[in-house]
T-cell receptor, first 112, second 113 residues
Framework: AAGVIQSPRHLIKEKRETATLKCYPIPRHDTVYWYQQGPGQDPQFLISFYEKMQSDKGSIPDRFSAQQFSDYHSELNMSSLELGDSALYFC???????????FGEGSWLTVV | GQQVMQIPQYQHVQEGEDFTTYCNSSTTLSNIQWYKQRPGGHPVFLIQLVKSGEVKKQKRLTFQFGEAKKNSSLHITATQTTDVGTYFCAGPHGSSNTGKLIFGQGTTLQVKP
């Protein structure tokens, strides 16, 4: 079965650079979520979209922005990267906002 | 703010022993979900509990949702090395239906063969 696809899987950036992560949800899923997971931490909710509109917002820095496109894929843009942004970024999707959430394999961002 | 707490943080068991992780929410939850994350992997959905007092089983895994819908537990009988990983409980944030989940800190299970 098709899963949530994230790219790139690994990314190394320098401080103050910009990074863009992409997410392709499971086909027909209309809701996309972004989570950030630091080493040894639990996933922290960043932002979500439902039917291409922002649905909820969590602890997402102002330097980050995201959107969901007409084909339901989503992109997380991170600017002015800081060392503390180094983490595993998960995208997840669901059919509707009250159904099972499926996670992608994550994108490892390392800021040096 | 809303919090979901999990204990213990780590658990080392001998293969064949049982394992239990406990999850407590500061607020009543409409449902609770459990995920397993293998080292270097991503959270994989295990189950969702919705009803007060609900008990669900998946082979050697038994999930319970408390009567007050504020706590939950996952019990694994006769652990195997394939059970290694971090088990997270997660609950919906607040009363909204945006799908946002608040995760517990997770319990990392190590199984010695």
């Amino acid at each position: 079965a098709a899963g949530v696809i994230q790219s790139p899987r690994h990314l190394i950036k320098e401080k103050r650079e910009t990074a863009t992560l992409k997410c392709y949800p499971i086909p027909r899923h209309d809701t996309v979520y972004w989570y950030q997971q630091g080493p040894g931490q639990d996933p922290q909710f960043l932002i979500s979209f439902y039917e291409k509109m922002q649905s909820d917002k969590g602890s997402i820095p102002d330097r980050f922005s995201a959107q969901q496109f007409s084909d339901y894929h989503s992109e997380l843009n991170m600017s002015s990267l800081e060392l503390g942004d180094s983490a595993l970024y998960f995208c997840a999707s669901s059919l509707g906002r009250e159904n099972t959430i499926y996670f992608g394999e994550g994108s490892w961002l390392t800021v040096v | 703010g809303q919090q979901v707490m999990q204990i213990p943080q780590y658990q080392h068991v001998q293969e064949g022993e049982d394992f239990t992780t406990y999850c407590n929410s500061s607020t009543t939850l409409s449902n609770i979900q459990w995920y397993k994350q293998r080292p270097g992997g991503h959270p994989v959905f295990l189950i969702q509990l919705v009803k007060s007092g609900e008990v669900k089983k998946q082979k050697r895994l038994t999930f319970q949702f408390g009567e007050a819908k504020k706590n939950s537990s996952l019990h694994i009988t006769a652990t195997q090395t394939t059970d290694v990983g971090t088990y997270f409980c997660a609950g919906p944030h607040g009363s909204s239906n945006t799908g946002k989940l608040i995760f517990g800190q997770g319990t990392t299970l190590q199984v010695k063969p």
